[in-house]
């Protein structure tokens, strides 16, 4: 009985009929002094395509503010930001994902944007655009891009 029992969950789990882990939405990341331990989707960030991310101008585009001795194939990097190079010693997996995730709730006066976040934002209306502000807005990444982007971080290393 047992072996049938753990033959079932097994079955399960490969066709995707055991539960996954749900991924936490924007509004109820949990921040201790800056840092969120829990990952948003319970699934482990995948560092290449974290680095994809980092120097894609589309999405991340971490080097815009960042330089980044990883990404010499990657041009333009900005100064405004520390270098990510040796990020994976300076701060924990935890600290790495709060930064990204919302860098103000550990450095109030960042300038970095707040990559998973949906609400709290000032915005122009009609007198600034033509058009009425829309609160319908995504963050600026997914969850597990958000994840992609703290593994890659967390494998930059000082040499």
């Given at each position: 009985m047992?072996r049938k029992?753990l033959?079932i ?5 490969s ?8 991924t936490?939405?924007?509004?109820n ?8 331990e829990a990952?948003l ?38 100064e ?19 930064i ?7 450095f109030p ?12 934002f000032?915005?122009?209306?009609k ?6 502000a ?12 958000v ?13």
């Amino acid at each position: 009985m047992e072996r049938k029992f753990l033959v079932i969950l097994a079955l399960a789990a490969s066709t995707g009929v055991a539960s996954a882990a749900e991924t936490t939405e924007p509004g109820n990341v949990e921040f201790v002094d800056g840092a969120v331990e829990a990952s948003l989707t319970g699934v482990p960030g995948d560092a290449a395509n974290g680095r994809k991310i980092v120097g894609d101008k589309g999405l991340g585009n971490c080097v815009a503010c960042h330089q980044n001795g990883d990404m010499t194939d990657i041009p333009w990097h900005g100064e405004i930001g520390p270098m990510l190079d040796g990020a994976g010693e300076r701060w924990s997996e935890a600290e790495l994902r709060g930064i990204v995730a919302n860098a103000k709730m550990m450095f109030p006066d960042s300038m970095m944007p707040s990559f998973y976040k949906v609400d709290g934002f000032i915005r122009p209306g009609k007198a600034f655009t033509g058009k009425a502000a829309d609160d319908s807005f995504g963050p600026l990444l997914e969850a597990q891009q958000v994840e992609d982007v703290v593994a890659y971080l967390t494998t930059l290393k000082d040499d």
